[in-house]
């Protein structure tokens, strides 16, 4: 059997083997991007959807849209005017399994094989990973702590004729925990307004803030309809569900929805249905408010426990929000190898290497800090100091 | 901005466009494969969902593994031992969104552009759609009323250099109702052995038939790892969960796993956690024989208002199961003005010649049954009736 030439690229990551050792509950993951189980809200879900069965079963058990429950369309249409402040209706919006599945049909729409994709580095493992099924070639645009450099971003332009799409996490992205200042926004929004290159904005944890302002998105700073927004319910209500959405022009979203049409017809309808119930019926404003309460409390407690356990040697840059913290080891100590004596201590996280396009920076890591409470994760890192030690 | 060059490919149908204005509830719609909403187990979801949640929905609001719910995986191997004749374990199967994404996948991981895709002519429409997108040259093999024709298929593949996959709907196939004898069945499976084509065997409505003795599955036929099944509960359950999956060879699941890690992550875990409760505390046999009542008797009332309202001149081929009657005007009668004429009168079902991949055929047309109750079953094939008197 042949497969396809693509599947070269399509391979199993050595670290994603290595992570699925960290499973068991009794290791202390500061591996995935998991939200905190326990503050999903699970006895409201189960309210709803008994609800919304018994009254409506017969609609939401049925095939639905392909672009999507409308209410749900509109709540979020209306959610990003206050959250992202972007003027969108609900035909600007396509629901998708999660964000994930916005990356894929990204590639699929915009790349062709050897086309040019412009990337932060480091960038989302997982978003390299999704377009490589379009065979494009990964330019990584040089970034510093404010977001991509402008110099760089203009000498790649003059330089690569055939640029189909630059990736841009702005805000707490993945993985370094960075959100880009509102001065490098507009300055790199103002070159790529010269060029007519799509611009995907993944923006999965802007709500999640714990302090300062949010810079305006992308997407607001767009006059002429070149962002591509990536939204999810996945870190403000819950994963499992894989309800996402892309943000864009009603002619890319018909292009969308064509593909969609061919991916899977539409997501599940139910988890619509009931996501749009609680929009309706509950207050999400303050379940946020308690997320970012709990989670700047364990990137704190992230924080001091670094300190604490290693007093000489590791470079961190406090996010303000999100999931990850980012680090680096002294030059020269491989987090791949500190990883591997990790798993023997029950401890994980993601070597930062990985997300590098180019490869290098192999001592780095990424550190999520939200899906463990306070003393596990001054566990966990006392485990990861005592791994260190024996390198 | 430039689209990828596979977009050239993936256009708006004309027919779906049509078939957009048959949404309303006055319409009397032959057109889509919907399942009878009135038979969903509405109910008893509502109590497992409500169940689930409140006892486990930390873990099935949460991520999931992207293979699927293992429980899930597990008891839908098992109810292919028994429904197809097939020995398989959880680790052959992968659960995607509905089979349609069964279908992505496949033409993700075979096709190359220009590749040779060998169909059956006529084929499911969507399937063409989803297989598009990777730009494959599709061969149709001529069929008769058993399968695809030995003879044929033989010739193809003596000239054809780069066939990368062969894609067949054995049982109460889509659009013509067909159910391929168990002789052909096993005359096209010895021909396709001696070659090392995949055979992707899509399945959705193989538990629904009416009358007779299922034939062997071509999987139960394949002794070479080389046949892909695809499955699905959007007919025997229903549509909106979309949950569905691929039943394949341990390596080429693990393929699909990294295609699946790419697209979308994973399937919504709380609807797989819920059908799987499903099928632990319900009776799946006893609910589809009730769908095979009804829908056998939804068939009838079909096949009796075509012979009362239709007294010359239409060719019907009453089918043993399934969900669609395939139907054959008189030669230069063109089924898509007849639809024009329908709409006007609010009927509608899908012209025949859009399953064509060669084109052609414009006299014939597909009939759903399964979605309405047999007074509407009659009034809409009296209107159709009428407007064929108005061509």
Redesign the interface.
């Known amino acids: 059997?042949?497969?396809?030439?693509?599947?070269q690229h399509?391979?199993?990551s050595e670290i994603?083997e290595l992570l699925k050792l960290t499973e068991q509950p009794d290791v202390i993951s500061f591996a995935?991007g998991?939200?905190a189980?326990?503050l999903?809200p699970?006895?409201q879900?189960?309210?709803i959807?008994?609800d919304v069965?018994?009254h409506e079963?017969?609609?939401?058990?049925?095939?639905?849209t392909t672009a999507g429950h409308n209410p749900l369309r509109a709540s979020i249409a209306t959610r990003l005017g206050k959250t992202s402040g972007v003027l969108v209706e609900s035909e600007n919006i396509l629901i998708?399994?999660?964000s994930?599945?916005g990356?894929?049909f990204a590639g699929?729409?915009?790349?062709?094989k050897g086309?040019v994709l412009l990337c932060e580095s480091p960038t989302y493992l997982?978003a390299i990973?999704?377009f490589?099924?379009?065979e494009p070639r990964f330019v990584p645009v040089p970034t510093d702590r404010e977001g991509m450099i402008p110099d760089f971003l203009e000498e790649i332009i003059r330089n690569e004729p055939d640029i189909?799409l630059a990736y841009i996490i702005p805000e707490f992205q993945n993985p370094t925990g960075k959100s880009w200042s509102e001065a490098r926004r507009r300055r790199i929004m103002e070159i790529f307004s010269r060029t007519?290159i799509?611009i995907l904005e993944d923006n999965p944890y802007g709500e999640l803030r714990f302090e300062g302002k949010t810079p305006p998105s992308l997407m607001s700073l767009d006059h002429k309809g070149?962002v591509i927004g990536l939204g999810t319910f996945s870190k403000i209500l819950?994963?499992?569900?894989?309800?996402g959405w892309i943000t864009a022009s009603e002619e890319?979203i018909?292009?969308f929805d064509?593909?969609k049409?061919?991916?899977?017809?539409?997501?599940?309808?139910?988890?619509q249905a009931c996501i749009q119930r609680y929009l309706e019926t509950c207050d999400l404003d303050a379940h946020i408010a308690s997320l970012r309460t709990v989670y700047a409390s364990r990137r704190d407690a992230m924080i001091q426990a670094l300190d604490r356990h290693f007093p000489e040697g590791l470079t961190v840059d406090p996010p303000s929000g999100g999931l990850f913290l980012w680090a680096a080891l002294p030059e020269g100590t491989s987090a791949r190898r500190l990883l591997e004596r990790c798993l023997d201590l029950k401890v994980a996280f993601v070597p930062g290497g990985a997300f590098f396009p180019e490869g290098g920076h192999e001592n780095t890591m990424r550190l999520n800090f939200s899906n463990m409470p306070e003393p596990r994760i001054d566990e966990g890192i006392r485990r990861m100091r005592q791994a260190c030690l024996s390198l």
Chains 1, 2 share one sequence.
């Open positions: 059997m042949r497969y396809a030439d693509r599947m399509i391979r199993a994603r995935g998991l939200p189980p326990d999903f699970t006895q879900f189960a309210d959807f008994h069965l018994a079963g017969e609609s939401y058990l049925q095939y639905g998708t399994n999660g994930q599945q990356l894929d699929k729409l915009f790349l062709n086309s997982a990973n999704a490589k099924a379009y189909r007519e799509p070149q819950c994963p499992g569900l894989r309800v890319l018909s292009r064509l593909i049409q061919g991916a899977d017809l539409h997501t599940s309808h139910l988890p």
